[in-house]
């Protein structure tokens, strides 16, 4: 089992549409949790941490079920310049130097 | 700030050859990472370092050495390059703390290519 698997994509909605991205971990011992936001050909950056109690920062919004090991994001009204791939990012084992393990991530293209 | 930037960005290796890829970052991060891009793989660690004249071994470490004189420059050499070996190569850097993970700050990428 990989240790972070996320849904294959490409997901292609319209301008406006709700979309949602799925995660699961294999670590139950995982503390850090994060949404990186990758464009074409370029470096990946943060979007958001994601804590416990779920958070929100404008329109994306990130949960967090520790029980089942699972990690979603939600963004609404999707734009054009939503487009790129999102990778579900778990610290890795043993806290050991803040290593953290990607998934493979998830096509998203927002279309007019 | 510049954050964290890597030379060259582009290469192109002949089988056998050698080179070394540079990462800088100016923001006294402590921690500093390599990984590999490849199409369908994802991001996959390569080496790290804790911090200044330590590295160790992480996914997929064969092939690459590592090292870290100075705080802000971490060095990955390919000693004889291998055509496996052509990737994506992005350099990244992070706090320090003693439990989880922080947010990871990556360089632009080196675009390598081993013919």
């Known amino acids: 089992r990989k240790e972070v698997e996320q849904d294959p994509g490409p997901f292609n909605v319209p301008e406006g549409a709700t979309v949602a991205f799925n995660c699961t971990y294999s670590n139950s011992a995982s503390q850090s949790f994060f949404w990186y936001r990758q464009d074409c050909r370029k470096e990946p950056k943060l979007l958001m941490s994601?804590?416990?109690s779920g958070n929100e920062d404008g329109r994306f919004t990130a949960q967090l079920n520790r029980a089942s090991q699972y990690i979603s994001l939600l963004i609404r009204d999707s734009k054009l310049s939503d487009s790129a791939t999102y990778l579900c990012?778990?610290?890795?084992?043993?806290?050991?130097?803040?290593?953290?393990?990607f998934g493979q991530g998830t096509e998203l293209s927002v279309k007019p | 700030n510049a954050g964290v930037t890597q030379t060259p960005k582009f290469r192109v290796l002949k089988t056998g050859q050698s080179m070394t890829l540079l990462c800088a970052q100016d923001m006294n991060h402590e921690y500093m990472y390599w990984y590999r891009q490849d199409p369908g793989m994802g991001l996959r660690l390569i080496h790290y370092?804790?911090?200044?004249?330590?590295?160790a071994k992480g996914e997929v470490p064969d092939g690459y050495n590592v090292s870290r004189l100075k705080k802000q420059n971490f060095l990955l050499g390919l000693e004889s390059a291998a055509p496996s070996q052509t990737s994506v190569y992005f350099c990244?850097?992070?706090?320090?703390?003693?439990?989880?993970?922080?947010?990871?700050?990556f360089g632009p990428g080196t675009r390598l290519t081993v013919t």
């Open positions: 994601v804590y416990s």
């Open positions: 990244a850097s992070s706090y320090s703390g003693t439990s989880g993970a922080y947010e990871q700050y």
């Open positions: 370092s804790v911090g200044e004249g330590t590295t």
């Open positions: 990012v778990v610290n890795g084992w043993g806290n050991q130097g803040g290593k953290l393990i």
